[in-house]
């Protein structure tokens, strides 16, 4: 059985930084993709980031030059550095990696328990 734990969530003031972290644990063969996800209060799970295995990043438009994605293939964690954060970045944040299981090969979706960031002054 596959678990994503993430840590590293807390309140920050405007402008601050938060550094989130998550741990993929279990069966695992390979780790494809990885990325984060936030949910804000009354709206839509959004994706944030995401990092290939080879390290090829994305960002969604409205954190890119403030949050950095990252991850450790030999430890099968993936990071979510934030800066400059803003009001409109708290949210939920849900960490998400497609993997495949050395039982049967499997592959499938799997999603952290999420991690809740504060922004205020």
């Known amino acids: 059985q596959v678990q994503l734990v993430e840590s590293g969530g807390g309140l920050v003031q405007p402008g601050g930084s938060l550094r989130l972290s998550c741990a993929a644990s279990?069966?695992?063969?390979?780790?494809?993709?990885m990325g984060w996800y936030r949910q804000a209060p009354g709206k839509q799970r959004d994706w944030v980031a995401g990092?290939?295995?080879?390290?090829?990043?994305k960002y969604v438009d409205s954190v890119k030059g403030r949050f950095t994605i990252s991850r450790d293939n030999a430890k099968n964690t993936v990071d979510l550095q934030m800066n400059s954060l803003k009001f409109e970045d708290a949210a939920v944040y849900y960490c998400n990696a497609d993997i495949r299981e050395y039982s049967g090969y499997a592959r499938s979706a799997y999603w952290g328990q999420g991690t809740q960031v504060t922004v205020s002054s």
């Open positions: 279990g069966s695992i063969l390979s780790i494809y993709s």
């Open positions: 990092i290939t295995s080879g390290g090829i990043t």
